[in-house]
């Protein structure tokens, strides 16, 4: 029986004994102290799936099925544990609480696999990583509804996740900036205690995230706060274009940090977690408006840095740790020396092949904390980049560890208005929490097997070898052309891009080999040939299910909007084609309305991907009448 065990995270020692255990009715499970009763009811609710019905006491192992024990001096790791089935009893016995709460995640994998008959076995188990996160973007138009993060969290901690970081830019319920948020439905300080205390008994941290340098647009844009802008008239970006409008704070301006201490005294007593993220990534714009001057005397990066500093007094005055994005220190390594020692560096990077193991090195040799920040791949691709996404998140893992990094953050955003549905990130979420827990153990992971399992409640093995093999088409591009899109996959590159838009990534579209799109097409139709076959027992099983077929929807549309362009490019006739895409997007643009609305708040949809849908339906119907 014990040989077809298949876990997620696999624990790092599992030794099989002989023998079975077998749940009767009416089973007790012994607690030693009150605070391990959340945790057995979380066992209790899974034996209850199997129509094992449960009482939970105090102290008497007598007529226990199971106990459930602290003890640091019999589990030496923090958050380990230690299991033995054998045929008259079950015994977890955790570190700390923590770790008694992920032995019995690692029983629950085991009773959803046999049932009320499993196999006898020893485990001994604990992770890689203290900190094992994931970062979700809340900012980029889409916010969840409380109910949807409260599932997810769920989800989170059987994944053995205990951080969890939602990104604000102008997300959160400010009482004195309401004008910031007003179209947004943002989480208000309310759901953040509730949200805060779910995650707690469930062993995870809600760490405060605000970026407080960059990234300020929604803050920006309003006459109210104009006046904080780096560059109000815009700047260039440094991969080409121009931002036609402000992004960053000025660093010079005291007024910048006025505004922080005002976001912050509002913000953080909502959250338990003593660790506060001030983001200060990509801030492209200063030194090239209001703060020019001071940085061309004294330096764009050391005037970063005395912000960063500044910014780091108004945390700790609050009692929290900071926490910040580490690539504009690393533009110019001396300076890491010069930050406190109690900050922790974020080290992100989303590419498989990015140099973690190099600015690790920067991080560990100046004896300043760091988390490895590896992403999902999600975004900008609908559907995932599947093989870039387990080559990052492997990558970070490894050079993590390599280093000694203390976190592992998986980072999920939602960049161009946040298209990509909620389980398209299952696969980056299981895959990273499987490595930061037990690298070795995990590295090899069968990711499609484990997803069917564990994150789609499939038995039959399709759902997950769908988001697997859907999440690969991204790859038809290299194939075809041997040039690689960052961050992005191609085929929702050529729906971000205005449909009247003559060139693709610098070639003109008739220069385009068409059978890149009938390749597309195949492997889109292969992947998704496999729904019918998939049986999902999740409550959100029927939901998953059309969410993936719109995406893939969407992904034949841009298959059929490049074939469109290039025929556009070549003279040829395409008025009927116009409108078949305009009634294509119509029904896709309807969908999705109802698909975000199954999980989300409703501001921001209109903001972002359905005003982009909507537009190019005009413009489709404008072609198709000959006004473009």
């Known amino acids: 029986m014990s040989e077809n065990l298949f876990l997620v995270p696999m624990p790092r020692m599992v030794e099989p004994q002989n023998g079975s255990f077998s749940f009767c009715t009416d089973a007790q499970i012994a607690i030693q102290g009150r605070e391990l009763f959340a945790t ?13 019905s449960t009482r939970v006491a105090i102290g008497d192992r007598r007529r226990a099925a199971v106990t459930l024990t602290v003890s640091a001096s019999a589990v030496p790791h923090a958050q380990g544990y230690q299991m033995l089935i054998t045929p008259e009893h079950i015994d977890i016995v955790g570190h700390d609480g923590a770790g008694v709460f992920y032995g019995v995640c690692t029983l629950i994998q085991i009773i959803r696999q046999h049932g009320a008959v499993i196999p006898c076995l020893a485990v001994a188990d604990h992770p890689d990583f203290p900190a094992r996160g994931v970062m979700l973007d809340v900012s ?3 916010v969840p509804t409380l109910e949807t993060l409260f599932e997810l969290v769920d989800l989170l901690a059987g994944f053995k996740i205990n951080q969890l970081q939602l990104y604000t830019e102008h997300t959160f319920a400010y009482y004195e900036h309401p004008e910031v948020w007003a179209d947004a439905s943002p989480l208000t300080g309310q759901d953040i205690l509730e949200l805060d205390a779910f995650c707690r008994e469930r062993f995870i941290e809600l760490v405060p995230n605000q970026n407080s340098l960059g990234h300020l647009v929604p803050w920006l844009t309003h006459p109210k706060y104009a ?14 274009g121009r931002s036609s409008g402000p992004f960053s704070l000025n660093p010079t301006d005291p007024r910048s940090l006025d505004l922080l201490r005002s976001m912050y005294d509002d913000l953080l007593p909502y959250f338990s977690s003593p660790l506060f993220n001030v983001g200060c990534d990509e801030t492209f714009d200063i030194g090239v408006g209001r703060s020019k001057a001071i940085c061309e005397q004294k330096g764009r990066y050391r005037v970063y840095l005395d912000f960063l500093l500044e910014v780091y007094k108004l945390v700790k005055e609050r009692g929290r740790t900071m926490m910040f994005w580490g690539d504009i220190i690393l533009h110019e390594p001396a300076l890491i020396a010069e930050l406190p ?12 092949d990015h140099p973690f193991d190099q600015d690790c090195a920067e991080f560990a040799r100046a004896g300043v904390p760091f988390y490895v920040c590896p992403g999902t791949s999600s975004w900008n691709s609908l559907v995932g980049r599947t093989d870039n996404a387990v080559g990052n998140l492997r990558n970070a893992a490894e050079n993590g560890l390599k280093h000694g990094a203390i976190g592992y953050l998986i980072t999920d955003w939602g960049d161009n208005g946040h298209w990509q549905y909620q389980p398209v990130s299952y696969l980056g979420y299981l895959y990273g929490a499987a ?26 093995g399709a759902m997950g070898r769908l988001a697997f093999d859907i999440g690969n088409v991204y790859r038809v591009y290299e194939r075809l052309t041997g040039q690689r899109i960052h961050n992005a996959s191609f085929l929702v590159s050529v729906l971000y891009a205005p449909v009247e838009q003559r060139r693709f990534r610098g070639l003109d579209w008739a220069d385009l080999p068409v059978e890149i799109f009938a390749q597309a097409r195949q492997e889109i139709d292969a992947a998704m040939a496999l729904l019918p076959r998939a049986r999902m027992q999740v409550w959100d099983g029927a939901l998953i299910a059309r969410e993936y077929a719109n995406a893939a929807r969407l992904l034949r549309h841009a298959c059929a909007l490049g074939e469109f362009k290039i025929a556009w490019a070549k003279g040829e006739g395409i008025a009927a084609r116009a409108d078949a895409l305009a009634e294509d997007m119509r029904a896709i643009l309807h969908e999705h309305r109802q698909l975000w609305l199954a999980r989300n708040r409703i501001g921001g949809l209109e903001q972002g991907s359905g005003r982009h849908f909507q537009g190019m339906i005009d413009t489709y119907r404008r072609i198709a009448r000959g006004k473009l």
């Not at 490595?435 to 409640?457: C, E, I, K, Q, T």
């Open 40 to 52: 057995a009811q979380r066992l209790q609710r899974a034996l209850a799936d199997t129509g094992v």
């Open 140 to 142: 980029r138009c889409k």
């Open 227 to 240: 006046h904080l802008a780096e560059a109000p008239d815009g700047f260039e970006w440094p991969w080409g």
């Open 341 to 352: 020692q109690d900050a922790i560096a974020l080290e992100w990077g989303y590419e498989f």
């Open 435 to 460: 490595v930061s827990w037990a690298y070795r153990a995990n590295v090899d992971l069968d990711l499609p097997r484990a997803l069917s399992l564990y994150a789609f409640g499939d038995l039959t």
